[in-house]
């Protein structure tokens, strides 16, 4: 390999956007750019947008010859296969061979994983979880992501999709999870959209308590609107970041007993809760752990910009595939 190569482009697909740079190896994004997901019906057509977006930012930075290879961060993505399997929020449906179709449009080789573990790997690449072997990664955005590294090793499982601690069932018969079908997952009562779910329910069965969020009408309140109550002493808007932490909390308890990590690190807009969200999700997760786990394992925030890290994350999965290529070897 030319050892000349000491670039990556980073690619994250989300249900609406596409955003992608160009990253060296300490985590400098030298160019970034983004583009619409859902514009193309067609994977090929997509793909060739992809292209033409990114092939002026390589020529830009000096050429092929410093890239070094391509990481893709995408719902459902099987680092093992490299393909996208049935994601619920793309248009293109079924089984993807999606890093294959990367590397020959780009003549680079290309690795995949869902967009939760690609978050793993550049928190231990580029943020707070550098020199960590044992952490695990909850993204708390619209959904409840995860990514599990043991040994220093992310875990994929014997398929690809291990770590999807979102999905795991937190209250038997709860909620319908209206993507997946299931009943009182994490995801329905912790996520951002879970936020919401829990303020128009207390603000139902506590009618006569007066709330901040009663000025808005439901269609509007969203996890800042709470937060912003919140902030301002709101009891219900309180109780929701309370409620939330509790059941985040117990969560992690099972978590911390499953795998012992050394830090469990927040990432995602929830996040700007900070106090709220953090203090009653460490109390619950103290209060439901064995004795020999007890304050032992940190809750901490990610310190990568938010803006930034898809990108990063992503084009660290070039550096993890060089490792494990050598260690092959």
């Excluded at 995949?112 to 690449?125: C, P, R, S, W, Y």
């Excluded at 603000?203 to 509007?220: I, M, N, T």
């Excluded at 309180?238 to 830090?263: C, D, Q």
Aim: net charge negative; charged share 20%; aromatic share 8%.
């Amino acid at each position: 390999m030319n050892t000349l190569q000491t670039l990556a482009i980073g690619i994250d697909i989300g249900g609406t956007n596409t955003v992608f740079g160009i990253v060296d190896a300490r985590g400098e994004i030298l160019y970034k750019g983004a583009l619409s997901t859902g514009k193309h019906e067609n994977i090929e057509d997509y793909i060739d947008e992809l292209y033409e977006a990114i092939k002026p930012a390589i020529d830009q930075v000096g050429g092929k010859d410093l890239i070094r290879g391509i990481g893709i961060g995408a719902p459902n993505g099987n680092f093992y296969k490299g393909t996208i399997e049935h994601a619920a929020n793309l248009k293109w449906k079924g089984i993807i061979p999606f890093a294959e179709m990367i590397s020959e449009k780009f003549d680079l080789p290309a690795a995949l994983t869902n967009d939760a573990n690609a978050a793993a790997v550049g928190e231990m690449t580029y943020g707070v979880a550098k020199g960590m072997k044992d952490f695990i990664m909850i993204t708390l955005g619209t959904g409840v992501g995860s990514g599990i590294v043991a040994n220093g090793q992310l875990i994929y499982g014997h398929d690809g999709f291990a770590g999807e601690l979102g999905h795991n069932i937190v209250i038997p018969n709860g909620r319908l999870h209206e993507g997946t079908g299931l009943r009182g997952s994490l995801e329905t009562y912790c996520s951002a959209t879970g936020v919401r779910r829990n303020a128009l329910e207390m603000l139902e069965d506590h009618a006569k308590v007066d709330s901040l969020l009663r000025q808005f009408d439901p269609a509007d309140i969203d996890s800042k609107v709470v937060y912003d109550c919140a902030i301002q002493g709101d009891p219900i808007a309180l109780r929701v970041f309370e409620f939330t932490g509790e059941i985040l909390g117990r969560a992690f308890a099972n978590f911390v007993m499953f795998s012992s990590p050394e830090a469990i690190i927040l990432f995602g807009g929830l996040c700007k809760a900070g106090d709220l969200i953090l203090k009653p999700t460490k109390e619950n997760m103290e209060s439901h752990l064995l004795p020999i786990f007890k304050n032992k394992v940190k809750i901490i925030f990610s310190q990568l910009n938010e803006s930034e890290a898809a990108i990063l994350g992503a084009s660290a999965l070039v550096w993890e595939l060089r490792k494990s290529v050598s260690t092959d070897n």
